[in-house]
């Protein structure tokens, strides 16, 4: 379970020599297991349990954070995957009542809350009940397992928008986020739906709804070995990681609009500090940087501020004119990446203010910066980044909005208006991945293609360079980005008969020149003998007759067409080095993060 994260991981087991025994540890899978070593495998002889590794999302990554989380009396023992959004006004109501909590997470709440039930609630005594009537209390995505000293036969859990599976076996019953924890064990699995809650038993399993009304999961069979079910049955993580994009988006953004607000995880500067910000860089490397080329039209459209997006590596040589009101955004999936990192530190020298985008929680990068604004992709093990790039576009609009919120550039209707259309995205994304086995296909069909290029307009052109980047990096395939505009001044002299160009058009409802420019760009390479697949929305008739491939991804807001058109040249890069035969994870002479410079 290492790949859905490794922050850090923790067990507890109801032993009946001592109870509820719980021991967890910061860092790899390894520090935990030398922990239960040392303190002798029969200390955690048991007959019900659960383990937990963590990918932190609230409080960073050290023991004290780590899961199971219990209450005071120690007495219940909490895991959770998700983000409990309302958990700050929950703290707040334990630590009015005199509990002191131990941790910075939102898990912990969950713990005593449920603690408080069991013991003198309306559900006294009675466990699952209990954890139902926490449950009713929380806002957020959240999947609970919960185990209590006194019900050694029992583990409870819940779940709301996030993972949640039974395993079924011979005298004993599974629970978890994903197949691939019980599928040495069983292959026989029920799935639960929303608003569900399972206990389990060595007899098997009895689901609920959160009022205790009887509900029923479906049950499957797992055909996937280990190796498949880590990856959801998929060849490689990045497929699946593919196909997470609408989670990925849709948990960057849970939480960031609370009482009409764009809310930033962490901000150590005033929101005077962001109304006085007259400039804004955007630093960050590879993906990211493209992701930040696509914040620049939202943050000068919504904040009518400049905006300079540079690669790190080059920030901090070109000697930059920064000062205090300068806000520096560095975007970095991993946090952890040298060009990037020197980069903020370069800015705060200048006493430019850093605000860190970081799908990493307790990562230097974030660490070094006066605000942070996570994106909430979960880990991505491709080295090729896919969700966290959508997450980091998404997360970077949120930075947008919260500056345009500031300085007043768009009114609170506005902006919640802004919010809505971005919260419309996971499902429009989930289409996309609906209809993209024509992209597979045609992916299949270019396995020999010697280069391709890719054309984009607007904010189109930074998904034109992120196609190709992702073609360069997993096929290993000359490919190049470019502005539509700039074919003529050279670049289309690379035209020649059956060169695939893949176009990025521009909606047709958007800026009505740029369609008609890029359509003229279209058949003035398919003139040359240009193969053109065309990315263009749902219904672009006009496009239809120079594309030789039409790709349809839904109509969306021009600024955020991003998010939906990227997603095929993903798709398309994967499948051509899969008919390549790569390692479509482990490109090679790459990293997952790069830190040196
Ligand atoms: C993207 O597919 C690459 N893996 C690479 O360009 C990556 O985006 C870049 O190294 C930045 O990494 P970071 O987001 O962790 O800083």
Redesign the pocket.
């Known amino acids: 379970m290492e790949y859905r994260g490794y922050d850090s991981a923790g067990v507890a087991v109801l032993t009946q020599a001592d109870g509820l025994v719980v021991e967890r540890k910061a860092g790899r899978l390894a520090n935990l297991v030398s922990a239960l070593d040392d303190a002798g495998h029969g200390a955690f002889a048991g007959t019900a349990g659960m383990g937990h590794t963590r990918w932190a999302t609230h409080g960073a990554p050290i023991d004290r954070n780590s899961h199971p989380h219990r209450d005071t009396a120690g007495r219940v023992a909490v895991v959770h995957n998700g983000i409990i959004e309302n958990f700050a006004a929950l703290r707040a109501e334990l630590e009015d009542s005199g509990v002191e909590l131990s941790s910075d997470t939102d898990t912990e709440t969950a713990a005593h809350l449920i603690a408080r039930e069991y013991d003198h609630g309306s559900t006294a005594g009675d466990l699952p009940a209990s954890v139902r009537a926490v449950c009713r209390k929380l806002d957020g995505a959240f999947t609970l397992v919960v185990t209590h000293a006194d019900q050694p036969d029992q583990v409870v859990a819940a779940r709301r928008s996030s993972p949640l599976v039974v395993g079924v076996g011979e005298g004993e019953t599974f629970v978890a986020s994903d197949v691939a924890a019980f599928i040495e064990h069983t292959r026989d699995a029920v799935e639960l739906g929303q608003d569900q809650l399972v206990v389990i038993s060595r007899d098997g399993y009895d689901v609920t709804d959160f009022h205790g009304d009887p509900a029923h999961g479906k049950p499957f069979t797992v055909d996937w070995d280990l190796s498949a079910a880590e990856k959801g049955g998929h060849e490689y993580f990045m497929l699946k990681e593919i196909e997470e994009q609408p989670d990925a988006l849709a948990n960057t953004l849970r939480g960031h609009f609370r009482s009409g607000r764009i809310v930033l995880d962490e901000q150590r500067m005033s929101d005077q500090d962001l109304r006085d910000v007259d400039k804004v860089f955007v630093v960050?490397?590879?993906?990211?940087?493209h992701s930040g080329l696509v914040a620049k039209y939202a943050i000068e459209h919504w904040c009518r501020l400049p905006v300079e997006v540079e690669l790190a590596s080059e920030f901090r040589y070109r000697d930059p004119v920064l000062d205090r009101d300068t806000l520096v955004v560095a975007?970095?999936?991993?946090?952890?990446?040298a060009d990037?990192l020197e980069a903020v530190r370069h800015a705060r020298e200048q006493k430019a203010r850093v605000l860190a985008v970081c799908?990493t929680n307790g990562a230097q990068?974030p660490r070094e910066s006066d605000a942070v604004l996570y994106t909430h992709a979960g880990p991505e093990i491709g080295?090729?980044?896919?969700k966290?790039?959508l997450a980091?576009v998404a997360a970077n609009y949120l930075v947008g909005l919260a500056l345009a919120q500031a300085r007043g550039t768009k009114y609170p209707d506005e902006v919640a208006r802004e919010f809505g259309e971005l919260e419309a995205m996971p499902s429009a994304v989930a289409k996309v991945l609906a209809t993209v086995g024509q992209v597979r296909d045609l992916g299949s069909r270019m396995a020999d293609s010697r280069a391709v290029l890719f054309l984009g307009r607007h904010v189109g052109f930074p998904v034109a360079l992120e196609g190709a980047?992702?073609l360069k990096?997993l096929a290993y395939m000359h490919a190049e980005g470019f502005a539509a505009g700039e074919l003529k001044h050279g670049p289309i002299a690379l035209i020649e008969d059956e060169l695939p160009v893949v176009v990025v058009m521009p909606s047709p409802k958007g800026r009505a020149v740029l369609h008609a420019k890029m359509v003229s760009n279209i058949s003035e390479i398919q003139a040359r003998g240009a193969r053109t697949i065309v990315i263009a929305e749902e219904g672009d008739e006009r496009v239809r007759p120079f594309a030789d491939e039409l790709v349809e991804v839904p109509a969306v807001p021009t600024l955020l067409q991003p998010l939906v058109s990227t997603v095929p040249l993903q798709v398309l890069a994967a499948e051509i080095a899969r008919s390549r035969g790569y390692d479509v994870d482990k490109p090679r002479n790459?990293a997952?993060?790069?830190t040196v410079e």
């Open positions: 960050a490397c590879g993906s990211a940087y975007v970095s999936q991993s946090g952890e990446t990037t799908n990068i080295v090729a980044s896919t966290a790039f980091q980047l992702k990096e790459l997952k993060s790069v």
